[in-house]
T-cell receptor, first 115, second 109 residues
Framework: DTEVTQTPKHLVMGMTNKKSLKCEQH?????MYWYKQKAKKPPELMFV???????INESVPSRFSPECPNSSLLNLHLHALQPEDSALYLC??????????????FGPGTRLTVL | GQNIDQPTEMTATEGAIVQINCTYQ??????LFWYQQHAGEAPTFLSY??LDGLEEKGRFSSFLSRSKGYSYLLLKELQMKDSASYLC??????????WGAGTKLIIKP
């Protein structure tokens, strides 16, 4: 299994809703990442988990809350989002965090629209 | 500061060859990655260079010159499906990926 899966593919939510994005990989990777990508822009790193511990939080607002229940799963809990948070949310994983040659494998993304 | 430059858009003809350049200035260097991204889809890994020289993988090759802060991605025998954005990314001294803005490649018949 050499893929990263994400659910849901599309999500529409109101500003008062609470929702969660899910990501799963079974490649034995120990680093997992959340990125946000706006149209025609490169991915922006949000969070990095390494060995199930949060190692990087790129000053992301608290309305985004990551969780890593185990080494294969990564969640992103969403609450009280703003319309400007609408974007493609990408999950990625790599063998280890950093280190040479640790290419990141990306999931298909969740297209989020906040109304 | 961190800076990665790539052309915004390029156009090429099916069957031809195209070279996409990437120049960079980053705090440290632990390798350079090229990713392909089709519209609305996730990036997919194409190549990794950490030493100077050319890495060839089928129709795609990637070159790196660390002293010049320069890389290119060479695509041969272009196919319509190669129409996509190509992202250059540098792994910096903190082992974080710094992404270029991407080059949109348009292939014409």
């Amino acid at each position: 299994d050499t893929e990263v899966t994400q659910t849901p593919k599309h999500l529409v939510m109101g500003m008062t809703n609470k929702k969660s994005l899910k990501c799963e990989q079974h490649m034995g990777h120990r680093a997992m990442y959340w990125y946000k990508q706006k149209a025609k822009k490169p991915p922006e790193l949000m969070f990095v988990y390494s060995y199930e511990k949060l190692s990087i939080n790129e000053s992301v607002p608290s309305r985004f809350s990551p969780e890593c229940p185990n080494s294969s799963l990564l969640n992103l809990h969403l609450h009280a989002l703003q319309p400007e948070d609408s974007a493609l949310y990408l999950c990625a994983s790599s063998q280890e965090e950093g280190g040479g040659g640790n290419e990141q494998f990306f999931g298909p993304g969740t297209r989020l629209t906040v109304l | 500061g961190q800076n990665i430059d790539q052309p915004t858009e390029m156009t090429a003809t099916e069957g031809a060859i195209v070279q996409i350049n990437c120049t960079y200035q980053t705090s440290g260097f632990n390798g350079l990655f090229w990713y392909q991204q089709h519209a609305g889809e996730a990036p997919t890994f194409l190549s990794y260079n950490v030493l100077d020289g050319l890495e060839e993988k089928g129709r795609f090759s990637s070159f790196l010159s660390r002293s010049k802060g320069y890389s290119y991605l060479l695509l041969k025998e272009l196919q319509m499906k190669d129409s996509a954005s190509y992202l250059c990314a540098i792994m910096d001294s903190n082992y974080q990926l710094i992404w270029g803005a991407g080059t949109k490649l348009i292939i014409k018949p």
